[in-house]
């Protein structure tokens, strides 16, 4: 069963840094991983994309984090991370890794649990 496992969100003051890590486990032979990325859910509001890879190589920032935040991926460990800098209190969120999995010629998303951040002014 593949599972998205997140890590490292917390409560930091704005300025501050965070590394958020997650692992898609239980992908074995049968899925390759197209996509990876974290998206995230203000109160309130929509979720929004804030950075993926696809492909290990094309990378998406949202504009707003664009400067500040970087997401790489460690293949061999099927684990991507988001370093967030200079956070802000707007920046406040529920984040969720997500991936995109294919399996015989079909693609399939998946989401983690959520980690919360708080940013204090």
């Known amino acids: 069963q593949v599972q998205l496992v997140e890590s490292g969100g917390g409560l930091v003051q704005a300025g501050g840094s965070l590394r958020l890590s997650c692992e898609a486990s239980g992908t074995g032979s049968m899925f390759s991983i197209r996509a990876m990325g974290w998206y995230r859910q203000a109160p309130g509001k929509q979720r929004e994309l804030v950075a993926d890879i696809a492909r290990g190589v094309t990378i998406n920032y949202a504009d707003s984090v664009k400067g500040r935040f970087t997401i790489s991926r460690d293949n061999d460990e099927n684990t991507v991370y988001l370093q967030m800098n200079s956070l802000k209190p707007e920046d406040t969120a529920v984040y969720y890794c997500?991936?995109?999995?294919?399996?015989?010629?079909?693609?399939?998303?998946?989401w983690g649990q959520g980690t919360q951040v708080t940013v204090s002014s």
């Open positions: 997500h991936a995109t999995l294919r399996a015989a010629g079909y693609d399939y998303d998946y």
